[in-house]
């Protein structure tokens, strides 16, 4: 990593493992923000009846987490990933575009930031402090997003902040396809990719074709809400129904788009630690790129309880259900990589078999609700949540945190504290599944999710009263892992440079690595170019001090002007001032102009 | 000052609380698990068909899962793993094994979709179901019959609801009776079911719709056939005329001079339609879309200032605010309203 200090030099960096890390402690502080509305969430229904916050405060609360998870914390988690693994992966000294990566990066800073401003701006629209946050749910359905049923500048934040967020994904979706494509190493062939790389690429090609689609939707509803347009209003012949297929055209994809990184953070970390090569490589690839394609032929299985027709739902659970094959396979894939294997139960492993435990249970109550009759009495109940958090928490965060355990010593140069680490695994096992293993009875007795009460007489007080204890289990877990990362700045083992035994190229080179990455590019003849195979030797790693200068770009303000175009362009509607339109857009156009033509040396 | 207002409001709630608790059926009103009609039957009995092969497939991966780390786990001195690549055969296995177990689910499923696609017998009886921000408004065109909020259907009749909306997105769910149909303005969605158990069940809005999503409850009351002509022929009378000289007499001129006459229908005193008709209100068990019991300390709060009881209730605090004794006559003239 680039040793220059100061602000400055994180302000215009292009590097894109200093902007992988700026995605972590961006993602985990929004991580920890979303955490803290979803302790209150379960605080305030421990019991029937709750009082500890407003129905009002208790609709943004639920939103904001929703909405915080998925695109401020779960997806930028798996960036920071993208960013500082990829290009080690594939023996690349940077991605194809460094400025349009840390582009990337600050609009999803802005865009997150205009977001929970939403909490604290209140007073500026003559409302109180926590009175002006999104409050129509992570999904946003209209009719009820329109100016008419939601008035104030609550559904504006979101509308606006999710566009905002969506260019960052889009350009930073780009930006890994070109590099996973054409800046491998020689000798990386696309199946010798890491299958970590290989779940990159299909998510970023989910995300250049999934948020078009949201974004064509949050236009519809801007201009609906701005313009008086009425692509979703009843009354002028539309239907609101359009937003719905719209936002999940969008959204089933969005789903993959978050498990898929953590699948293949998941086939990277199972061979390490068991000592044998991916168990079928080339089905565990194809399976991926499989539920990709297939995830946009399933989104109306979040509108069976619409009314489409016995045909269209027939159809829609046909598709869903053939989902779970190519995800069955990966299991027994998985299952079988560790079968024979020598397996050292390092805390990235725990948690690697914990997402797949976990995403197991998602995945059977799946399937559950693939069946339009049964999904009639649990979509938009309890039953749900409880899936989606099966899915997404036991699936994608413990992928994730498997992740952190793997690649925190290559990214920081120390280890992680291993006690610690699996005193974390296991209360976050424990918790998450106190806290959600109850919502699917609770759901099944009859409570309908995105309620900030509910009456004794349901009968599912003492359920939430665990599932509540289940989550501030978690969050002490959250807690343990953060006294980690702390302990570990000063007191971490240091790393060298492959703690694990890795078979993939990043365990090649120093923790952290280089400015420049590899001192010298290497060669790759085999999957597994570290490894002893049948037919190869392990390679031998770069030299530690590069036998010629290596060329490294400088930085740029640039990116970071043209991006903060956008939240100031934001700000005009929200304010309803054109004078601010005109700044925003001459911030991002100077941005731009002065990008291009920028030299672009050391 | 506050605690008195706290301990106020806690009253309101303690008797609510015993009144739902004996006045539903059985402990668990609103579940899944216990179904009452043909509908419900239907899904419970697929629900359960899928379960047991879920936890079967879970049982099975689990263990291999679990045996596979005890069986496999780093010793000292275990032999370097044979590097596997995969196996064709095996792959090929469970590929189709997941394949073949989906089929089982899928074919009932169809079918069962088909079944309950919510297609009702022409002597059905008919009831229109309308979505408002927050409560239900319920016609039987059949019965020219207007309530809202408690659905009283008879035992072993075919029932057909035909679900809409009047603002945004809502969604009918009654899960006794079956599965839940979004309720969405400009549609018209069908749910048909048979009821086949006598009694009082719960009911709730299940597709968020704004501030007061989680307070637009509705009682369903399966009667016997009987019974429900009873209550029909009750709600198709007239309304009661308080008698001379009562204070519930004085209720009404309160009410026809005041604002409620804008929102709310009693049939020959006045014809609103935003808010739910009061015709027969007095014979309803509960108010504000099943949230309080009817009775007069909830109506007299309810009316003074409804939407600190329902947050974001439309039905706006009185101004200038309506004395104590004309809240009482009001409250007086809507409990004669059987």
Same mark, same amino acid.
């Given at each position: 990593m ?23 402690w961006?993602?985990l502080?929004?991580f920890?923000?979303g955490?803290?509305?979803a302790?209150?969430i379960?605080?305030q ?7 500890l916050?407003s129905?009002?405060?208790?609709n ?5 987490h929703?909405t915080?998870?998925?695109?401020l914390a779960?997806?930028?988690l798996?960036a920071s990933?993208?960013?500082?693994m990829?290009?080690l992966?594939?023996?690349? @000294?940077?991605?194809?575009?460094p400025?349009?990566n840390a582009?990337s990066y ?8 205009f977001l929970n401003?939403?909490?604290f ?8 402090i926590l ?12 009719n ?7 008035p ?7 509308v606006?902040?999710l566009q905002i967020?969506?260019?960052?994904s ?6 890994f396809?070109v590099?996973?494509l054409?800046?491998r190493a ?5 199946? @010798?990719?890491?299958?970590?790389t ?5 998510t970023q090609?989910l995300i ?8 064509v939707?949050?236009a519809f509803?801007?201009f609906? @809400?701005?313009?008086?347009t ?9 239907t609101?129904i359009l ?9 089933h ?5 978050l498990i898929?990184?953590?699948?293949g ?5 199972l061979?390490?630690?068991s ?7 080339p089905v565990?690839?194809y399976?991926g790129?499989?539920i990709?394609l297939?995830s946009w ?11 489409l027709g016995?045909?269209a739902?027939?159809v829609?659970?046909?598709t869903t ?5 190519p995800?069955g ?9 560790l ?5 050292r139960?390092?805390?990235a /492993?725990?948690?690697?078999?914990g997402?797949?435990?976990m995403?197991i ?12 009759p049964?999904d /009639? ?8 949540v ?14 994730l945190f498997?992740?952190i ?5 290559k990214?920081t ?5 291993e006690?610690?680490g699996?005193?974390?695994?296991w209360?976050q096992f424990?918790?998450m599944n ?11 007795l009859g409570?309908?999710r995105?309620?900030?009460t509910?009456a004794?007489? /349901? ?5 939430n ?6 989550a ?6 959250i807690?343990?892992?953060l ?5 570990t700045?000063?007191?971490g083992r ?5 703690p694990?035994g ?5 365990w090649?080179?120093?923790s952290?690595?280089p400015?420049y990455?590899?001192s010298?590019?290497?060669?790759i003849?085999?999957r ?14 770069p ?7 290596i060329?490294?770009?400088g930085g740029?303000?640039?990116?970071l ?6 939240p ?7 304010t ?7 700044a925003?857009?001459?911030?991002l156009l100077l941005?731009?102009? @002065?990008?291009?033509f920028e030299?672009?040396e050391? | 000052?506050r605690i ?16 739902v608790?004996?006045g539903?059926?059985g402990?668990?009103?609103?579940s ?15 629900f359960?068909?899928i379960?047991w092969?879920a936890?079967g ?10 045996v ?8 000292e001195g275990?032999?370097?793993p044979k590097?596997t690549?995969?196996?064709t055969?095996l792959?090929?296995?469970w ?6 177990i989906?089929?089982?689910?899928a074919?009932?499923?169809v ?13 059905a009886l ?8 927050w409560?239900w ?7 020219a019959?207007?309530?809202?909020n408690?659905?009283?259907?008879p035992?072993?009749?075919a029932?057909?609801?035909s679900?809409t909306s ?6 009918f ?5 079956g599965?839940?149909?979004?309720a969405i303005?400009?549609h018209v969605?069908?749910?048909?079911f048979r009821a086949?158990?006598?009694?009082d069940?719960g009911?709730q809005?299940a597709?968020?719709?704004g501030?007061?999503?989680?307070n637009?409850?509705?009682?369903v009351v399966v ?10 022929t009750e ?19 309160v ?5 409620c006459?804008?929102?709310h229908?009693i049939q020959?005193v006045?014809?609103g339609v ?5 015709t ?7 108010i504000?879309s ?11 709060s309810w009316i ?7 947050p974001?209730?439309l039905?706006?605090?009185?101004k200038?605010p309506?004395s104590?004794?004309?809240i009482?006559?009001?409250v ?7």
């Amino acid at each position: 990593m680039s040793d220059a200090r100061g602000l400055a030099s994180w302000l215009t960096t292009t590097d894109h493992k200093r902007i992988g890390l700026l995605y972590f402690w961006t993602a985990l502080a929004f991580f920890l923000i979303g955490g803290i509305e979803a302790l209150f969430i379960r605080a305030q229904l421990a019991q029937p009846n709750g009082r500890l916050v407003s129905a009002e405060t208790y609709n943004q609360l639920f939103t904001m987490h929703g909405t915080t998870m998925i695109f401020l914390a779960l997806m930028p988690l798996g960036a920071s990933f993208f960013n500082y693994m990829v290009p080690l992966q594939i023996g690349a @000294r940077d991605v194809a575009f460094p400025r349009l990566n840390a582009f990337s990066y600050w609009v999803f800073l802005f865009g997150g930031l205009f977001l929970n401003a939403s909490w604290f701006v209140g007073p500026l629209f003559h409302a109180g402090i926590l009175n002006v946050a999104p409050n129509g749910g992570w999904f946003g359905y209209a009719n009820l997003t329109e100016r008419q049923y939601s008035p104030g500048p609550n559904i504006d934040f979101w509308v606006l902040g999710l566009q905002i967020l969506g260019i960052s994904s889009l350009a930073a979706g780009f930006n890994f396809i070109v590099t996973i494509l054409n800046m491998r190493a020689p000798g990386m062939k696309m199946m @010798r990719l890491p299958v970590f790389t290989w779940m990159t690429l299909v998510t970023q090609f989910l995300i250049i074709t999934a948020f078009p689609v949201i974004t064509v939707g949050l236009a519809f509803l801007i201009f609906d @809400r701005f313009f008086g347009t009425h692509f979703y209003v009843r009354e002028a012949g539309a239907t609101p129904i359009l937003w719905q297929h719209l936002f999940w055209l969008f959204g089933h994809p969005e789903v993959y788009i978050l498990i898929l990184p953590a699948m293949g953070v998941v086939s990277d970390v199972l061979p390490t630690f068991s000592r044998k090569p991916l168990f079928g490589y080339p089905v565990v690839v194809y399976s991926g790129v499989l539920i990709g394609l297939m995830s946009w032929g399933v989104w109306s299985h979040h509108m069976f309880a619409v009314g489409l027709g016995p045909i269209a739902d027939s159809v829609f659970a046909a598709t869903t259900m053939l989902i779970a094959v190519p995800t069955g396979v990966k299991i027994f894939n998985w299952i079988a990589t560790l079968w024979g294997g020598d397996i050292r139960g390092t805390t990235a /492993l725990h948690f690697a078999v914990g997402f797949i435990a976990m995403f197991i249970i998602g995945g059977l109550s799946g399937v559950t609700h693939a069946s339009p009759p049964t999904d /009639l009495q649990q979509t938009d109940s309890y039953y749900v949540v409880a899936h989606i958090h099966y899915v997404f928490f036991g699936g994608t965060i413990f992928g994730l945190f498997a992740g952190i355990y793997y690649w925190w010593p290559k990214m920081t140069g120390r280890l992680l504290d291993e006690t610690l680490g699996k005193t974390h695994f296991w209360l976050q096992f424990i918790g998450m599944n106190l806290a959600f293993f109850p919502m699917h009875l609770i759901g099944l007795l009859g409570m309908p999710r995105r309620v900030y009460t509910y009456a004794p007489e /349901l009968g599912v007080g003492s359920l939430n009263l665990v599932s509540t204890l289940g989550a501030f289990l978690i969050a002490l877990s959250i807690l343990i892992f953060l006294v980690n990362l702390w302990r570990t700045r000063t007191r971490g083992r240091p790393a060298p440079n492959d703690p694990w035994g890795g078979a993939t190229l990043e365990w090649s080179i120093p923790s952290p690595p280089p400015v420049y990455n590899f001192s010298v590019i290497p060669t790759i003849t085999s999957r597994l170019p570290r490894w002893t195979t049948e037919r190869h030797g392990p390679m031998r790693d770069p030299p530690a001090t590069p036998p010629e200068p290596i060329h490294v770009p400088g930085g740029s303000w640039w990116p970071l002007i043209a991006a903060f175009g956008l939240p100031v362009l934001a700000l005009a509607p929200l304010t309803h001032t054109l004078w601010v339109a005109f700044a925003g857009a001459a911030l991002l156009l100077l941005g731009v102009y @002065r990008w291009a033509f920028e030299p672009f040396e050391v | 000052m506050r605690i008195f207002v706290a301990v106020g409001r806690l009253r309101l709630w303690l008797p609510t609380a015993a009144l739902v608790m004996s006045g539903c059926g059985g402990p668990f009103p609103q579940s899944t698990l216990l179904p009452r009609s043909d509908f419900a039957r239907a899904t419970d009995v697929l629900f359960t068909d899928i379960f047991w092969w879920a936890a079967g497939v879970f049982l099975v991966v689990e263990t291999l899962l679990v045996v596979t780390l005890i069986r496999f786990r780093h010793r000292e001195g275990r032999a370097a793993p044979k590097p596997t690549h995969g196996h064709t055969l095996l792959e090929i296995a469970w590929t189709l094994a997941p394949a073949a177990i989906l089929v089982f689910v899928a074919v009932p499923t169809v079918r069962t979709i088909f079944a309950t696609s919510g297609e009702a017998p022409a002597d059905a009886l008919k009831v229109d179901v309308i979505g408002h921000q927050w409560w239900w408004e319920l016609r039987y065109p059949d019965l020219a019959l207007v309530t809202a909020n408690e659905l009283h259907v008879p035992l072993g009749r075919a029932v057909q609801l035909s679900i809409t909306s009047a603002d945004v997105i809502h969604a009918f769910w009654a899960p006794p009776l079956g599965g839940k149909r979004d309720a969405i303005p400009g549609h018209v969605n069908q749910i048909a079911f048979r009821a086949d158990r006598v009694g009082d069940y719960g009911g709730q809005c299940a597709e968020f719709c704004g501030a007061s999503h989680a307070n637009m409850r509705l009682r369903v009351v399966v009667d016997s056939d009987s019974g429900f002509g009873r209550w029909a022929t009750e709600q198709l009378e007239g309304p009661a005329a308080p008698a001379p000289g009562t204070i519930a007499e004085r209720g009404k001129a309160v009410y026809a001079r005041s604002a409620c006459i804008g929102c709310h229908t009693i049939q020959g005193v006045s014809p609103g339609v935003i808010g739910p008709n009061l015709t027969h209100v007095g014979s309803r068990t509960t108010i504000a879309s099943g949230l309080f019991p009817n009775d007069s300390a909830h109506l007299a709060s309810w009316i003074a200032d409804a939407p600190a009881l329902k947050p974001g209730a439309l039905m706006m605090r009185m101004k200038p605010p309506l004395s104590d004794a004309d809240i009482a006559a009001i409250v007086a003239y809507l409990e004669s309203l059987k």
